[in-house]
C-alpha cells in the first residue's frame, strides 16, 4: 500500500488546539502524537492546505485549501463545506481568512462573508460588507462586542448585529485603509500592513518593521505573532 511522506520540514500552519497541530501544506500533523497525521490519502478532500483553524464550542479543526474548498474535522469525522468551492454567482471567490465565532465560521472571500453553522454544516448567509450589498474583497472579518467588523479593501468597516446578524447599517472606520491582516489576541483587535501593526481603536501603529515586511499577524493563546 501507498502512503503519503510528505516533508514537515516546511511548516506553514502552526494550530494550537486540543494539542498542537502543523501543517506542511499537504498534512496535517499532531504534534502530541507524530503518528497521528490527516492528508488526502487519509480522509482530507483536498491536498493543497492555506489555513487551519480551531473551533472549541464543537471541537473541531477547521481546514482551508488553496482551491477554496472546506473540511471540518471532528474527531474521526471529515464532513465537506464545498458551497464556495462550487458556486457559480461569483467569478473570484478567493478565501483570504476565516474567524470562529462559537459554533459559526465567518469566511472572507473576494467577494464578501460566507456565514455557516459548523454544527448543521449548512450556510447561514452571505454577507456584503455595504449598505448596497455589492461584491467587495474581503480580507478577514471578526465579530466583538456585538459587532461585525470586516478588513475589505476599502479599509475597515464595522456593523451593528441585531440577534447575532449584521443589520446591513455599515459603517467606515477610518485610519486603517492600507490594511489587509486582522486577527484578535489579548481579547483586542490587531490590524497590520506589509510595515505596521495596529491596535484598534488606536491608528497610530504600536510596532513597525523596519528590515522585510510583515506577511500575516497570528494569534496564539493570546499571543500576538507577526510573520
Not at 25 to 41: A, H, P, Q, Y
Not at 51 to 69: D, F, G, K, P, T
Not at 183 to 191: A, D, F, P, Q, R
Amino acid at each position: 500500500n501507498w502512503k503519503e511522506q510528505n516533508s514537515i520540514d516546511s511548516i506553514t500552519n502552526i494550530l494550537q488546539a486540543d494539542h498542537l497541530y502543523v501543517t506542511n501544506g499537504f498534512e496535517i500533523l499532531d504534534l502530541n502524537d507524530k503518528t497521528n497525521r490527516l492528508g488526502k490519502s487519509s480522509g482530507l478532500h483536498s491536498a493543497s492546505i492555506k489555513q487551519i483553524a480551531w473551533n472549541a464550542s464543537n471541537q473541531s479543526i477547521v481546514v482551508v485549501y488553496n482551491n477554496n474548498q472546506i473540511d471540518i474535522i471532528n474527531g474521526d469525522q471529515i464532513n465537506a463545506l464545498n458551497d464556495i468551492y462550487n458556486t457559480t454567482q461569483f467569478n473570484n471567490k478567493n478565501i483570504n481568512n476565516v474567524y470562529v465565532d462559537n459554533s459559526n465560521l465567518l469566511v472572507a472571500t473576494d467577494f464578501g462573508i460566507v456565514a455557516y453553522n459548523t454544527s448543521k454544516l449548512q450556510v447561514i448567509d452571505t454577507w456584503f460588507p455595504n449598505s448596497q450589498r455589492n461584491q467587495e474583497k474581503t480580507y478577514a472579518s471578526i465579530i466583538k462586542n456585538d459587532t461585525l467588523f470586516a478588513l475589505t479593501e476599502n479599509g475597515l468597516k464595522s456593523c451593528p448585529l441585531s440577534n447575532h446578524l449584521p443589520n446591513n447599517q455599515w459603517k467606515l472606520v477610518a485610519g486603517y485603509n492600507s490594511c489587509t491582516n486582522m486577527t484578535v489576541s489579548g481579547n483586542e483587535i490587531w490590524l497590520s500592513n506589509n510595515k505596521n501593526v495596529y491596535r484598534y481603536p488606536n491608528t497610530k501603529e504600536s510596532f513597525v518593521v523596519t528590515n522585510g515586511e510583515i506577511i500575516k499577524i497570528k494569534n496564539s493563546n493570546n499571543h500576538l505573532y507577526a510573520i
